[in-house]
């Protein structure tokens, strides 16, 4: 423990109870112990990414300049066109901002293709042709999962990576989002702009968005300039003194014209990326120009993978129940605001064969008689031996586990409420 840090809390064992019953109570939803950076709403129905606020800055974005040309241009508009087709004007603006600001929602409100974590390590691959040749773990006293696995995509070898952190292999195209801290199939790359991955389940309201951000910047920067003309041949004056009348349109015309220019330009990259089958990582990564993608089938077949294909269900169910054998450490932690260690399987006694519904006496004595050994190893700070990194991980573990017990029991002492022992 760090120096001038709280001493341990006395375990006793009705504390010890406490501890075990209340962390396994009602069992916690998915989406309540996810250890990646997501964001959830709604119990669990949306999930966000972690830079989610940059979503109102977009939509002011969007939503901005349609209001000016509303408010502003639109009048000069309707005057002009007969048969109310100034009208159908300015609501055709609207129908495709409310149309964007929908996509909006269908890109960083779903999930974009996470793949569940692993609880433990997958086990070695009886089939040694598949392991890459680079790796020598059994022989090197290295890692017991090799870090690459090879597999066969439309006859070419594709090499695939082990994920340290979800505990897996990654499926061909899969990707580890540093920001979201997941795995995501087809991963393209993490937006900012809508604040999550872009993945299989999001790619094709992604492109979506974009195109359709491009029309609606072209729709109101080829009417503002409509608008110019029409105040220039009403007044008979130059372009000069018809911005002068109408200054809106003349910001809404640099506005769109520079924002025309990127959403645009990304329009054009992502079309490249559909008819050849890449993704925007893939194409920055492996550079498909040089060499054969084994991913691309064809234009029309590209066209249709992306378009035209049902949109796979997700993998996890963020609103299930968690049982309360592998999470409630995770779901403990959470509740005091304290993301616990990610090596949290090493520890020196086993949280996961702890059992929800019985503690059986003797499990109990052997938990108090562990924790209390490390309370007696806290008390002997000054010894001068520098600890080894599994001493750090199991530290950091019991600062977590004093405060849950701390918590427990002065909740038990102030309110003396009673203990339902489950299965006595």
């Known amino acids: ?33 996810w250890k990646g950076s997501n964001r959830f709403f709604i119990g ?63 890109i960083s409100g779903r999930d974009p ?37 090879e597999v066969t995509v439309n006859g070419m070898v594709v090499r695939v990576k082990y994920c340290q952190t ?3 292999y990654r499926p061909p195209r899969c990707s580890h989002c540093s920001i979201c801290n997941n795995c995501v199939e087809r991963f393209d790359h993490h937006c900012p702009w809508v604040g999550q991955c872009i993945g299989k389940r999001n790619y094709r309201f992604f492109f979506t968005f974009v195109f359709s951000t491009t029309v609606l910047c072209l729709y109101v920067f080829a009417f ?24 809106v349109s003349g910001i809404l015309i640099l506005y769109t014209f520079i924002a025309s220019w990127f959403v645009g330009g990304l329009t054009a990259f992502h079309l490249h990326l559909i008819f050849t089958n890449q993704t925007t990582y893939e194409n920055f990564r492996y550079h498909y120009d040089g060499k054969r993608n084994p991913y691309n089938i064809g234009c029309a077949q590209n066209f249709k993978e992306v378009f035209c294909s049902k949109i796979p269900r997700s993998k996890n169910n963020f609103r299930a129940k968690v049982k309360g054998d592998s999470s409630f450490i995770v779901s403990a932690s959470m509740s005091l605001g304290r993301p616990m260690s990610p090596e949290m399987p090493k520890t020196s006694f086993d949280m996961e064969r702890l059992k929800p519904q019985v503690v059986d006496a003797e499990e109990l004595e052997d938990i108090e008689s562990q924790i209390e050994s490390v309370g007696q190893l806290e008390k002997r700070g000054t010894q001068t031996r520098q600890p080894s990194w599994d001493d750090r991980s199991h530290w950091e573990i019991t600062r977590d586990v004093h405060m849950l017990v701390a918590e427990f029991g002065e909740e038990h002492k102030a309110g003396g409420t009673e203990l339902i022992h489950g299965g006595h």
């Open 166 to 168: 979800c505990m897996l």
């Open 44 to 106: 669990g129905r949306l999930i966000f990414g972690p830079d989610f606020r940059s979503l109102f800055l977009t939509m002011g974005l969007i939503v901005a300049p349609v209001i000016l040309f509303c408010a502003f241009v639109s009048q000069g508009l309707v005057n002009e066109f007969p048969h109310h087709l100034g009208r159908l004007i300015v609501v055709l603006s609207a129908v495709f901002m409310t149309c964007i600001i929908i996509l909006l929602f269908l």
């Open 224 to 247: 503002c300039w409509v608008n110019i003309g029409i105040i220039m041949e009403a007044y008979h004056c130059s372009l000069g003194k018809a911005f002068a009348k109408s200054p």
């Open 113 to 149: 293709g996470i793949l569940p974590r692993n609880p433990h390590p997958p086990e070695a691959d009886d089939d040694v042709s598949s392991i890459s040749t680079d790796w020598a773990g059994s022989q090197s006293g290295g890692p017991a999962v090799p870090p690459t696995k």
């Open 1 to 33: 423990m760090c120096e001038g840090g709280p001493p341990p809390p006395h375990f006793s064992k009705s504390n010890s109870r406490i501890f075990i019953e209340t962390t396994y109570g009602p069992s916690p939803r998915l989406y309540q112990v």
